[in-house]
């Protein structure tokens, strides 16, 4: 079983940027897609993106195109996601998690281990 941590998490100004770190440990996760989502207030949890187990391809969804960037060193069991020209509607709690089915494409019921989740807030 393998645990996930999120950090990186904070209170930004719009058109900000943030880094949020996912940190596994257990096990390694340098065979496993990786996926990040997310979770606003009254609102069912959202795919991000996800990156494969090498960082050779990556995925996301069309409401960060562009903005956020997914990036991984296995060696440090960790994966990234940095977030650019942050907008109040990316306010939400982020969540990684480690893919269980083939792809990059999925849904919640595509991912297995997930972290606890951390905190981004997005003031206009």
């Known amino acids: 079983q393998v645990q996930l941590v999120e950090s990186g998490g904070g209170l930004v100004q719009a058109g900000g940027s943030l880094r949020l770190s996912c940190v596994a440990s257990g096990r390694t996760i340098s065979l496993y897609t990786m996926g990040w989502f997310r979770q606003a207030p009254g609102k069912e949890r959202e795919f991000v993106g996800s990156i494969s187990w090498s960082g050779g391809s990556t995925y996301y969804s069309d409401s960060v195109k562009g903005r956020f960037t997914i990036s991984r060193v296995n060696t440090k069991n960790t994966v990234y996601l940095q977030m650019n020209s942050l907008k109040p509607e990316d306010t939400a709690v982020y969540y990684c998690?480690?893919?269980?089915?083939?792809?990059?494409?999925?849904?919640?019921?595509?991912?297995?281990?997930w972290g606890q989740g951390t905190q981004v807030t997005v003031s206009s």
């Open positions: 998690a480690t893919k269980t089915t083939a792809g990059l494409r999925g849904g919640i019921a595509d991912f297995g281990s």
